[in-house]
Protein backbone atom coordinates (compact mmCIF):
# COMPACT_ATOMS: atom_id res chain seq x y z
CA UNK A 1 0.00 0.00 0.00
CA UNK A 2 1.50 4.09 -1.10
CA UNK A 3 1.58 5.71 1.63
CA UNK A 4 2.14 10.04 2.25
CA UNK A 5 2.06 11.69 5.29
CA UNK A 6 -0.20 14.54 6.31
CA UNK A 7 0.81 17.65 5.29
CA UNK A 8 -0.86 19.21 8.60
CA UNK A 9 -0.48 16.37 11.04
CA UNK A 10 2.42 13.96 9.79
CA UNK A 11 0.02 11.11 10.08
CA UNK A 12 0.95 8.29 7.84
CA UNK A 13 -2.04 8.14 5.37
CA UNK A 14 -3.30 5.89 2.89
CA UNK A 15 -2.29 7.17 -0.62
CA UNK A 16 -6.14 6.82 -1.46
CA UNK A 17 -7.49 8.95 1.02
CA UNK A 18 -8.74 11.93 0.27
CA UNK A 19 -8.70 13.70 3.92
CA UNK A 20 -6.29 12.53 6.98
CA UNK A 21 -8.67 10.27 9.20
CA UNK A 22 -6.65 11.90 12.34
CA UNK A 23 -7.32 15.31 11.69
CA UNK A 24 -9.86 15.91 8.81
CA UNK A 25 -6.98 18.15 6.58
CA UNK A 26 -7.22 17.27 2.96
CA UNK A 27 -4.14 15.34 1.09
CA UNK A 28 -5.21 15.38 -2.17
CA UNK A 29 -7.14 18.45 -4.31
CA UNK A 30 -10.08 16.73 -5.29
CA UNK A 31 -10.83 18.84 -9.19
CA UNK A 32 -13.03 15.48 -10.20
CA UNK A 33 -15.26 16.25 -7.00
CA UNK A 34 -15.81 19.37 -7.39
CA UNK A 35 -16.15 18.99 -11.03
CA UNK A 36 -19.25 16.80 -10.49
CA UNK A 37 -20.87 19.06 -7.94
CA UNK A 38 -20.63 21.72 -10.83
CA UNK A 39 -22.33 19.69 -12.98
CA UNK A 40 -25.14 18.30 -10.80
CA UNK A 41 -25.79 21.69 -9.48
CA UNK A 42 -26.00 23.11 -13.29
CA UNK A 43 -28.41 20.21 -13.68
CA UNK A 44 -30.45 21.78 -10.96
CA UNK A 45 -30.22 24.95 -11.82
CA UNK A 46 -31.65 23.54 -15.22
CA UNK A 47 -34.36 21.40 -13.95
CA UNK A 48 -35.32 24.41 -11.62
CA UNK A 49 -35.76 26.52 -15.22
CA UNK A 50 -37.52 24.02 -16.19
CA UNK A 51 -39.83 24.13 -13.80
CA UNK A 52 -40.44 28.09 -14.17
CA UNK A 53 -40.57 27.42 -17.78
CA UNK A 54 -43.49 24.56 -16.85
CA UNK A 55 -45.26 27.21 -14.51
CA UNK A 56 -45.17 30.36 -17.40
CA UNK A 57 -46.64 27.82 -20.15
CA UNK A 58 -49.74 26.71 -17.23
CA UNK A 59 -50.13 30.65 -16.48
CA UNK A 60 -49.86 31.28 -19.84
CA UNK A 61 -52.80 28.87 -21.19
CA UNK A 62 -55.13 29.99 -18.28
CA UNK A 63 -54.39 33.90 -19.43
CA UNK A 64 -55.77 32.58 -22.64
CA UNK A 65 -58.65 31.21 -21.58
CA UNK A 66 -59.33 34.63 -19.76
CA UNK A 67 -58.83 36.37 -22.61
CA UNK A 68 -61.14 34.16 -24.06
CA UNK A 69 -64.01 34.79 -21.82
CA UNK A 70 -63.28 38.66 -21.76
CA UNK A 71 -63.78 38.71 -25.69
CA UNK A 72 -67.24 36.68 -24.72
CA UNK A 73 -68.50 38.79 -22.17
CA UNK A 74 -67.54 42.05 -24.19
CA UNK A 75 -69.46 40.78 -27.22
CA UNK A 76 -72.46 39.83 -24.65
CA UNK A 77 -72.20 43.44 -23.08
CA UNK A 78 -71.68 45.08 -26.59
CA UNK A 79 -74.91 43.61 -27.94
ZN1 LIG B 1 -3.68 14.91 9.55
Redesign the pocket.
Known sequence: MEVEF??????V?NRSYL???????R?HEVPEFSQVLDESLKGLKDREIQRQINRLNALLCRLAALEDALDAWELVRNR
Open positions: CPRCSTVYCPSCGAI
